[in-house]
């Protein structure tokens, strides 16, 4: 008998405690749950650095032996001490604020059209007919090509990296939502009209939990592409400031630990906006 229920009532609080939580599980399990959490993030962490020491090592080597030329590929002495003089002096920042203005702002303008424009698609079969065939035609075409197209048309400044940035991010934000709310499963949305739900009421309270994920997937992917637009913009502008600018600032000047400098900090940039984007994963975990 009280074998029994003990057995029970280590079963019962195996269900009550929380995933992360090992105080309330019997010790073996505890210490092999934290360990394996421990290996998990390890092999998060571990294998990027290993790889980030081997690129370097071998940077190194190449270029202390001499069997690469300095104004094709720098010392990285020279490079780390070209970003560290770029953040101290504010040059990579100032242009970094620039470039993060722009790619945003882009993203915002095209999470504005994209969401309801995949909706639209999604639940209309004329529409989808009638659009889809240009937002493919649109994508086909490289930025590098349509940004002079911008620039003669909207002159330069800010408005037309925008407007490009908007471009690189609609067509896989469109693709992915249309793609998200296709999919819901029609047993739930038939029930909710069974119950009386239509319009706004299945929109806000079926359709969009459901697609969710598949609209976060979007975010994130725009979110990330948004920087491309700003450079390539920044590119075919000639914008006075901007990541892209320096990097042809640099380029000019044939600055090479400078260039270099300036494509390490656009790759943390990148790697800033990733990790941004699981905010949205987060904020949609408190709501739903």
Known sequence: ??????????????????????????????????????????????PPLVLALALIMSWFVSTATGRVPDFILPPPRDVFAALVDGLRSGLLLSNALVTIQESLLGFLLGVIIALPLGYAIA????????????????QAIPAIVIAPVLVLWLGYGLFPIIILCMLVVLFPMVITTALGVQTIDTIYTDAARVEGASGWSMLAH??????LPAILAALRIGLTLSITGALVGEFVSNSAQGLGALVFEAKDQFNAPLLFATLIFLAGLAAIYYSASWLFVKLADMVY
Not at 12 to 41: H, W, Y
Not at 124 to 135: E, K, V
Request: hydrophobic letters at 40%; glycine letters at 6%.
């Open 123 to 138: 639940k209309s079969r004329l529409l989808a007919a009638t659009i889809q065939p240009y937002l493919v035609a649109g």
């Open 1 to 46: 008998m009280s074998v029994t229920t003990t057995t029970e009532n280590e079963a019962f609080e195996l269900q009550e405690s929380e995933p992360g939580d090992s105080r309330k599980l019997p010790p073996g399990i505890g210490r092999s749950r934290s360990k394996s959490i421990a290996t998990q993030r390890a092999m998060l962490i571990v």
């Open 206 to 211: 079926i359709e969009f939990p459901l697609a």
